[in-house]
């Protein structure tokens, strides 16, 4: 099992949209969670932490269940600057990230 | 809030040559920082963690003598990538953070390294 799974995608979405993600991870001691984009050849940018409780920032909801080991981030009202590539990062410890493969996504109009 | 600088943003160098990129933390002290490559279209690979004072804790399959670490101060790391060849050309990443982890790390812009 790899350390962090995600669907790689693409995911060809109308602008509007909204469109979920997906990513399981293997380290049950894993304790921080995070979702990232990437741009075309630039570096990753935190877009969110993710809390047990859930938590959301705007057009953008991210979930985390530690039981399934399972973290999902969704995007509403989808815009065009969203289309990216989504990385779930997980802190495997000793200030470890682990990076899934990434979701790409993009917006069409 | 953090930034951490990368130079060169890329480069390109002729094989069997060596190549230095720097990472720095601008406002912050940074006694960890972590060294990533990524391949294209794959996701971004933890070559090594670059501990200030001390040696770096290399991953493994990574080969410590062709990629050299050194971090000597609090807010400046190092990676040579010595005997640069081919299949070394990568994006490299470096990344910092000053909350042990816990609230997300902050990314250098990255060094396109191109070998030929």
């Known amino acids: 099992r790899k350390e962090v799974e995600q669907d790689p995608g693409p995911f060809n979405v109308p602008e509007g949209a909204t469109v979920a993600f997906n990513c399981t991870y293997s380290?049950?001691?894993?304790?921080?969670f995070f979702w990232y984009r990437q741009d075309c050849r630039k570096e990753p940018k935190l877009l969110m932490s993710?809390?047990?409780s859930g938590n959301e920032d705007g057009r953008f909801t991210a979930q985390l269940n530690r039981a399934s080991q399972y973290i999902s981030l969704l995007i509403r009202d989808s815009k065009l600057s969203d289309s990216a590539t989504y990385l779930c990062?997980?802190?495997?410890?000793?200030?470890?990230?682990?990076f899934g493969q990434g979701t790409r996504l993009t917006i069409n109009p | 809030g953090a930034v951490v600088s990368q130079h060169p943003s890329r480069v390109i160098c002729k094989s069997g040559t060596s190549v230095k990129i720097e990472c720095r933390s601008l406002d912050f002290q940074a006694t960890t920082m972590f060294w990533y490559r990524q391949f294209p279209k794959q996701s971004l690979m933890l070559m090594a963690t670059?501990?200030?004072?001390?040696?770096?804790?290399?991953e493994q399959g990574v080969e410590k003598d062709k990629f050299l670490i050194n971090h000597a101060s609090l807010t400046l790391s190092t990676l040579t990538v010595t005997s640069a060849h081919p299949e070394d050309s990568s994006f490299y990443i470096c990344?910092?953070?000053?909350?042990?982890?816990?609230?997300?790390?902050?990314f250098g812009s990255g060094t396109r390294l191109t070998v030929v």
């Open positions: 380290n049950s001691a894993s304790q921080s």
């Open positions: 670059s501990n200030e004072g001390s040696k770096a804790t290399y």
């Open positions: 993710v809390y047990s």
């Open positions: 990062v997980v802190n495997w410890g000793a200030q470890k990230l682990v």
């Open positions: 990344s910092a953070d000053r909350t042990g982890g816990n609230y997300g790390y902050t």
